[in-house]
């Protein structure tokens, strides 16, 4: 890996350490083993870096629970107890993506990354519901996507709050199924 690599992979090894708000140029010089001015030749800032590192780490995360849900065998309610299992083990990332979500209101930049991402993240989203369910037409994909990340993006926030409320997969299936019924009924 060339410094610019080694940046990344220090800066996500810093959101996991740190959190997204407390982590430093000298914490992610020290994680990455490069030098301080090479932060600003490669990326422009610190903020920057911890962006696209974040961004970056975030899209890795979100593409295993993408692959999982894509799975013909899985139920729906094994998918999310499966992604739900996993936010223990990456409790430093989700902090610190909900603490960028904040400084997104400042920085038109983040915010601008932060739009990218979902907008990739819905596409992805969308080809692989067409790729799981064919019958789907694009706009109904398109809103299984989006319904489908704003729930895992709330998920999230609910469990940082109180882990003991979060719901289970089989919990969130049911309450889908009944919110489906209750718009039907009207």
């Known amino acids: 890996m ?19 708000a407390r982590t430093t140029a000298r914490d992610i010089v020290a994680a990455s083993g490069a030098n301080l001015a090479s ?9 920057a870096l911890l962006d696209a590192a974040l961004i970056e780490a975030i899209a890795e995360l979100s593409e295993r629970w993408l692959q999982w849900s894509a ?3 899985a139920e729906p309610a094994e998918v999310w107890d499966r992604i739900l299992g996993e936010f223990d083990a990456h409790r430093p990332l ?17 915010k601008e990354r932060f739009a ?49 409320q979060l719901p289970s997969g089989r919990e969130i299936a049911t309450g889908l199924r009944a919110l489906a019924d209750a718009i039907d009924e009207v």
């Open 39 to 47: 932060i600003g030749y490669h990326y422009g800032s610190k903020e």
């Open 71 to 73: 799975d013909d065998r």
């Open 94 to 110: 989700l902090v610190a993506h909900v603490e960028a979500w904040a400084q997104a209101e400042r920085s038109p930049e983040l």
């Open 2 to 20: 060339g410094n610019r690599e080694d940046l990344l992979e220090g800066a996500k090894r810093c959101l996991y350490e740190r959190g997204y």
């Open 116 to 164: 990218k991402f979902y907008a990739d993240q819905l596409a992805r989203g969308i080809e692989s519901s067409r790729t799981k369910r064919p019958q789907l037409d694009a706009g109904t994909a398109r809103a299984l996507s989006a319904v489908t990340g704003a729930l895992a993006d709330g998920l999230i926030v609910q469990w940082l709050i109180n882990p003991d």
